[in-house]
Nanobody
Framework: VQLQASGGGLVQAGGSLRLSCAASGQFFSSYAVGWFRQAPGKEREFVAAINWSGGSTYYADSVKGRFTISRDNAKTTVYLQMNSLKPEDTAVYYC?????????????????WGQGTLVTVSS
């Protein structure tokens, strides 16, 4: 499985971005997908996850109410809609696949990772 994250960029505080995570390979609709981020000098942290069907989602408290994760299994793509962005959201955002299809916040439970896309929020 290969993942390609895209959609990052520079945005002002209060603005919006939509990240995409396109997957190749079979059985995508069986997998859960998570978004993580890593800011300079900080550890990678969980942002959001969606289960195999899209029927269940989970968010970090820091993004709840502002970010929305969704998926289109026909397009083998997961999205992260980010609204009301804050400077503290600045980070490299990564998508990753969890093979059991269940939502996890622990990055060690994810098997495949994309290359990351940079989001910069200016104040």
């Amino acid at each position: 499985v290969q993942l390609q994250a895209s959609g990052g960029g520079l945005v002002q505080a209060g603005g919006s971005l939509r990240l995409s995570c396109a997957a190749s390979g079979q059985f995508f609709s069986s997998y859960a997908v998570g978004w993580f981020r890593q800011a300079p000098g900080k550890e990678r942290e969980f942002v959001a996850a969606i289960n195999w069907s899209g029927g269940s989602t989970y968010y970090a408290d820091s993004v709840k109410g502002r970010f929305t994760i969704s998926r289109d299994n026909a397009k083998t793509t997961v999205y992260l809609q980010m609204n009301s962005l804050k400077p503290e959201d600045t980070a490299v955002y990564y998508c990753a696949i969890e093979l059991t299809g269940s939502i996890r916040s622990d990055p060690n439970r994810y098997k495949y990772w994309g290359q990351g896309t940079l989001v910069t929020v200016s104040s």
